[in-house]
């Protein structure tokens, strides 16, 4: 597909543009969520919109990058700008855009120590999402986590790559993330990816659709490149049954590829965004991104569509207002077919070819 195709399409898909079928599962799939604040509808512009355009899934998925505050927070162990907290409140705002499961794997899972931890997952059950990825201890943390669904069920592995701190991973007798960490020779660690892969082999079993998880902080020297051991771990978690494979953790999108029928989104950016770190300390991709809408029939990803989303890198009250900074918007125009654009030519590398109509075909 050449560019002037694109443009015209003013969307990106991985699938076929078939009508779906009505007992297909429909889940979406978010950017990472940084929200240290409880963001008004009143200071949301299009917050109204983007539920209305939520809603529409049986569940959305993301990332929570943020400790939710409780009575057994520890000692920070992190500098103020790089602390991501905040109190229960945050998850009503991110349950109002329909996210109905979490992954807890993160290098900022450990901000507020063990007992920062275990507050996360209180507040999360509290406020009945689902979440994998972090436990009181590693069984817990490598567990899936099942989300029942009006069209089935899905089921989230999590695990978390690069930038955890000393104890923040889980062990049989700590809570923590589960760690999957990289062996001598840049590969991931056998003991690791089998505990993974064997968590998935679980999930198959019990759920419609299965999610693998990876935030990884192990980055390419430009991090919109995809590092060729994390391709090689997301095609080992579709072929042991990962319907899709999802990744967070570089500030930006980067390529899909396809294995196996089951699409590999290595980084899906932002959904919100709320750094304390002054304005240009992230390129403006960081403030760029997507939403994606998944379809499956009989656990096998049929259509993917992706739709351009922008955030606000500094708050509607100005530099000081960090609870209005890092809104989606929908994008529309020039900005929009920018950012499906460079979707698109990054995943041209792992051999993506999108049609007039810029949907990329899946086997059937």
């Not at 919109?49 to 569940?59: E, N, V």
């Not at 950016?269 to 390129?283: L, R």
Request: charged content about 20%; proline content about 6%.
């Amino acid at each position: 597909m050449n560019r002037r195709h694109l443009l015209a399409a003013g969307l990106c898909a991985v699938a076929s543009p078939s009508l779906a079928a009505p007992s297909d599962l429909r889940l979406t799939l978010l950017g990472q969520a940084l929200i240290e604040h409880d963001i008004p509808t009143s200071a949301w512009p299009d917050r109204d919109r983007m539920a209305a355009r939520l809603a529409d899934a049986d569940a959305c998925f993301t990332n929570l990058e943020t400790v939710i505050l409780g009575a057994r927070a520890g000692a920070p162990t992190r500098e103020g700008l790089t602390l991501h907290a905040a109190g229960p409140e945050v998850l009503d705002t991110l349950k109002a855009m329909n996210v109905k499961l979490v992954a807890t794997s993160n290098n900022h899972a450990f901000d507020l120590g063990p007992g920062g931890v275990l507050d996360t997952l209180a507040a999360l059950r509290a406020a009945g999402l689902p979440s994998a990825g972090s436990g009181e201890d590693l069984a817990r943390a490598a567990a899936p986590v099942i989300r029942e669904t009006p069209h089935g069920a899905i089921a989230l592995v999590a695990c978390a790559t690069g930038k955890v701190r000393d104890g923040g991973a889980a062990t049989p007798d700590r809570p923590g993330v589960n760690e999957v960490r990289r062996d001598a020779g840049g590969q991931v660690n056998a003991m690791d990816a089998a505990r993974v892969l064997d968590a998935l082999s679980d999930a198959v079993r019990r759920a419609d659709v299965v999610i693998a998880y990876q935030h990884n902080h192990d980055w390419e020297p430009d991090m919109a490149m995809v590092p060729a051991w994390q391709r090689v771990f997301a095609k080992r978690c579709a072929e042991a049954g990962a319907s899709v494979f999802v990744g967070h953790g570089a500030p930006l999108l980067q390529g899909v590829e396809i294995h196996r029928g089951a699409p590999l989104f290595y980084g899906l950016g932002n959904f919100v965004f709320q750094t304390e770190k002054p304005p240009g300390s992230y390129p403006p991709e960081a403030w760029e991104g997507v939403i994606v809408e998944c379809r499956f029939r009989r656990g096998r990803c049929k259509s993917a569509r992706l739709t351009p989303i922008t955030l606000n890198e500094i708050g509607r009250g100005g530099l000081s207002d960090l609870a209005t900074r890092g809104m989606p918007s929908l994008s529309s125009g020039a900005t929009a077919n920018a950012i499906l654009r460079r979707i698109a030519e990054r995943s041209s590398a792992f051999g993506a070819e999108f049609d007039r109509s810029a949907f990329l075909s899946l086997p059937k």
